[in-house]
């Protein structure tokens, strides 16, 4: 069997009109151009519909063949086999399944490879790095939504030195730095990974006594012990590497960041875990659990529309339930 190809013999860029055929084990081609070669030094480029076919020799000469069936017919003459992922290309089924798969890996790795990773690795970063990654949160939080507090600096003072007086649940608790803020959008408090927590006049106001702002602020704490904000930034950056190497434009994502971090939500299990943390602080220092739960009440109940403290520390009702039943 003959086919007919062109030959480039990687030096110039002239096409010689040649026939390709196979002898004994032996590629020869005549025509403008002879030579000769062992098929097992050839390498032959993947199948692709409506693409002509590549034949590369060892010194980087090849053949451009047009005739992909009768290509097909001498290959499988010479026992040619296509790797089993250049068949399954050819397959609708094939691609069907590897799609699958493909989405399948990519939701159970974001499900649960990415948030035991991003734990390991936020774990294993030193303290230092963690609040050098977030010294300046707080400089564009109070550019954006925060104000300097108009509580008197003696009730600050009054909180600040409570709470420093509580005895962590246990040891390795981090630095911290009690901050108040006036605040546009509302009742909140949260904690950064540089180690600031902080506590808005409104909610220091809603709240009825100190025993349930020591609870909130013992939320806080746990987050920052469990170091729950770095795992989302570990967790956020992984995505966006994915969709970086997807789409190639890494721009936008690296100016969203004090966005980002804005706008994280803790999951489920962080928000268990900060929650277990508060309820162990206030028995290690005999406060009651009914001020931690009514305190969540209180935010919960305060407006129709739910706390901005509450919109990113899901079912709530669920949260008190357990508080309460921790007893």
Known sequence: MQIPALYFDGKTSRAHRVT???????????????RSCAI??????????????????????????????AFD????????????????????RGALLAFAATVLVLALGYSYGLPLAAEAIAKALPEKVERSISSGMLEF????????????????????THFKQLLPPREGAPDYQLVFRKSNIGPNAFA?????????DELVKLLDNDEQIMGVLAHELGHLH????MRRIVQSSAIGAVVTVIFGDVSAIIA??????????????AEREADDY??????????????????????????????????????????????????
Do not use: C
């Not at 390709?20 to 002879?34: C, F, H, K, Q, Y």
């Not at 001498?74 to 040619?80: E, I, P």
């Not at 939504?145 to 509580?151: C, M, T, W």
């Open 256 to 269: 969203n960041i004090p966005t980002l971090m804005l706008d994280m939500k803790y999951s489920r299990d």
């Open 192 to 200: 950064l990974p540089s180690g600031q927590i902080i506590m808005t």
């Open 226 to 229: 469990e170091r729950h904000l």
């Open 278 to 327: 508060a309820i162990a602080m206030m028995k290690t220092n005999g406060l009651s659990l009914s001020q931690l739960a009514r305190g969540f009440e209180k935010m919960q109940t305060q407006e129709q529309e739910p706390s901005p403290y509450l919109s990113s520390h899901p079912s709530t009702t669920e949260r008190i339930a357990h508080i309460r039943d921790a007893r």
């Open 73 to 92: 017919a001498l290959l499988a003459a010479t026992g040619h086999q296509d790797s089993i992922v250049v068949r399954a290309q050819q397959s609708w």
């Open 20 to 34: 390709l055929s196979v002898e004994d084990g032996m590629a020869v081609i005549t025509g403008d151009a002879e």
């Open 141 to 160: 939080l109070d550019k954006r939504i925060l104000a300097p507090s108009q509580l008197p600096l003696a009730r600050q003072t009054e909180i600040a």
């Open 40 to 69: 097992a030094e050839l390498r032959v480029s993947e199948r692709a519909r409506n693409i002509s076919r590549k034949v590369t020799f060892p010194d980087d000469a090849y053949l451009e063949i047009h005739d992909t069936r």
